[in-house]
């Protein structure tokens, strides 16, 4: 059993409230959980209204199924509409 850890920033510039912040944050979670059979959490920044990161994880028997996977997850979340990809940190 390997497990993977997908850790990613995600700046909302339209985010004018928490309210707003919520409703983008949940779209994405609800989406990549279907679309990638993964685990979503926000993890850090929940006060902050334009800053969201998120912790996914991943079990799989290989690694290299793990990783393109978390490719193809920052791959979507690069061309998301209204979430700007800053950063993101794999590890398997």
Do not use: Y
């Amino acid at each position: 059993m390997i497990t993977g850890s997908l850790r990613v920033r995600l700046l909302l510039r339209q985010s004018h409230s928490l309210k707003d912040k919520r409703q983008v944050v949940q779209s994405i979670k609800d989406r990549l959980r279907k679309g990638f059979n993964v685990s979503v959490a926000e993890v850090e920044a929940q006060d902050h209204r334009q800053l969201a990161v998120l912790g996914l994880a991943m079990v799989s028997n290989e690694a290299t199924h793990i990783r393109l996977t978390f490719e193809q997850i920052v791959a979507a979340l690069r061309g998301h509409p209204v979430a700007e990809l800053l950063d993101h940190e794999v590890e398997v």
